[in-house]
Structure formats: structure tokens, C-alpha cells
């Protein structure tokens, strides 16, 4: 029982957490002025800034998610009692969670990347 009240305060906190994430448009306010769309820097709120804040709210989620994942993989782990099955769960969820926060990162590095190229950041 204190499993699952345990799982389900961490899953609503994993869940609330990124609504408090104020995130910039990463440049694609700039990219959207010279489109002609309108800009935060008009004072509306354009695409860029919709955009822009979404991107920073997905971010902060999935950095929420794989905090979870690697808390209940350790919690596997610590809970398994000699038991092989639950430890290859717990690391296959440890391993998994790493391996989607490498790749998160990398599509944010390369999105960077592209943006300061082309000028937009």
C-alpha cells in the first residue's frame, strides 16, 4: 500500500513540476520577425513564443520523466531482495532512461546547433 501512495505522489509531482518552467522562445523570435509572423518582441505573443514555451515545457517534462524512471529503477533494485528478475528490470529501466536522456539532449544540442548556424539564436 505504501508502494503505491509513494508511486503516485512522485508520478503527480513528475507531473506538476514542469507547469512552473518559464521557457524563452530560443531565438525564434528573431526567425519569426523575419518572416514577418508576429514576435514577444512586439508585445504579442506570436508563434515563436508558443512554440518556444511548448519546446522548454516538453523539456521540463521528459527531465521530470527521467527522473522518475531512475528512482524507480533504484527502487527496484534496493527492493529485490536477491530476486535476478527484479534487478534486470530495475537496470533495464535505469539503462533505458539514460539512453532516452542521451538522446534528448543530443536533439537539443543539434536543434541549437541549427539555430545558431542559420542566425536565429
Do not use: R
Amino acid at each position: 500500500m505504501k508502494k503505491k501512495i509513494s508511486f503516485y505522489i512522485i508520478a503527480l509531482i513528475s507531473l506538476i513540476s514542469p507547469l512552473t518552467v518559464k521557457a524563452g522562445d530560443g531565438g525564434l523570435g528573431t526567425a519569426a520577425g523575419q518572416a514577418g509572423l508576429p514576435s514577444s518582441l512586439s508585445g504579442e505573443q506570436g508563434i515563436a513564443t508558443i512554440l518556444g514555451n511548448f519546446a522548454g515545457a516538453a523539456l521540463a517534462l521528459s527531465g521530470s520523466i527521467f527522473l522518475f524512471l531512475i528512482v524507480y529503477g533504484g527502487l527496484l533494485i534496493m527492493t529485490a531482495a536477491g530476486k535476478q528478475p527484479q534487478i534486470d528490470k530495475g537496470k533495464n529501466v535505469i539503462i533505458w532512461a539514460i539512453i532516452g536522456a542521451v538522446i534528448l539532449g543530443g536533439a537539443y544540442a543539434i536543434t541549437t546547433l541549427v539555430f545558431s548556424v542559420v542566425g536565429a539564436g
